[in-house]
């Protein structure tokens, strides 16, 4: 039996976040709330794509069009936003062997990018997959450029103890002599979530890159999230806001969003190595078993997130047609 592929229609919509629930790729952007606060933010058209095997779902597939002229142009995630993970999420495929797997799959993928050619046309097209993803090759097979990409993940799974003793002696050393009273953190205050992204905004824009992102979409995003969350860790000295960071947060996972920029609050307070760990046992107490700290792939800020001796986790950069034309680039240019 072929794979049966569509946009969602309005009873799909209603089990759309039951699917990405219960798939091994799902994420809060995943969300059908997500999707459409990235649609509104991007100024871009949501087609929420689902493959169905007979009765049975085997995948959604979130995917915004954007037109620029006579230029039509496909993203998941859409461009400017910094949304760390979107593209297929595949689902009820754990149980088969590796035959039927793939070739359930390839027929869902395949599905996929024949209706986007069919129905949409576009000279280019961008896919960044989930961690969870693990073989692209159908998208290679129809023409896509694939690109492996990187992000750290620490496994939360461990006790206290024995998670702080694999950080690096100058983690540890932060972590453990630093006074309580020396600074606070509080956690879930909307007005913090405004000044992380304000303080993450400056540090780019001190750099001489554009940061981009509407801060109307990351308070929307907060808000509208059905089961995931978006939660501001803020810490303070002396009552006074030195530094955050914004964890997206879904299922067993939470992730170093946006944050944990260099402060120019002048103290004495290891401010990022706090927030961290603060993310990491306020997780573990709530039973979440990993801590994606987003990103791999810089070398000079490899060297602080290694520190905390985390797994190294793949996910995938998937590209369609000619990347020449400035028209294109122009819309993925912050995200590139």
Known sequence: ???????????????WNGYVERSPQGTACHELEAL?????????????????????????FPVFELRKGPV???????????????????????KLKQRKREKRRSRFIDGCLE??????????????????????????????????????AVDLGRDEDALLASFSSDARRNVTNTADDAYEITVDDREDSR???EQVEHRYESQGISFGVPLGFVL??????????????????????????????YGSRTGRWMGGV????????????????????DARERGLETYDLVGAD???????????????????????????????ASLYDSVK
Not at 36 to 60: C, Y
Request: proline share 7%; net charge negative; hydrophobic share 35%.
């Open 72 to 94: 039509t142009t496909v993203f998941s995630p859409p461009p400017h936003l910094r949304v760390p993970y979107l593209g297929p999420a595949f689902l009820n495929m754990g």
């Open 1 to 15: 039996m072929s794979i049966d592929v569509r946009v969602a229609t309005e009873d799909d919509l209603e089990r």
């Open 220 to 249: 929307d995003l907060a808000d509208e999230l059905e089961t995931g969350a978006v939660r501001p860790y803020a810490l303070r000295v002396d009552g006074a806001f030195v530094g955050g960071i914004l964890a997206l947060e």
């Open 115 to 152: 209706w986007i050619t069919a129905e949409l046309g576009p000279k280019y097209g961008h896919v960044r997959t989930a961690t969870g993803v693990d073989d692209v090759r159908p998208f290679g097979w129809s023409g896509y450029e694939t690109t492996p990409e990187y992000t750290y």
């Open 262 to 281: 260099r402060t120019d609050a002048d103290v004495d307070v290891p401010t990022n190595d706090l927030l961290d760990w603060a993310i990491i046992c």
């Open 298 to 328: 810089n070398r000079r800020i490899n060297r602080y997130k290694a520190k905390f001796n985390p797994d190294l986790e793949t996910y995938y950069s998937l590209e369609y047609g000619s990347w020449g034309m400035q028209t294109v």
């Open 195 to 197: 000044r992380i992204f």
């Open 36 to 60: 459409r606060v990235q649609a509104d933010h991007a100024g871009a058209t949501l087609h929420p794509l689902i493959g169905f095997k007979g009765q049975e779902p085997v995948g959604v």
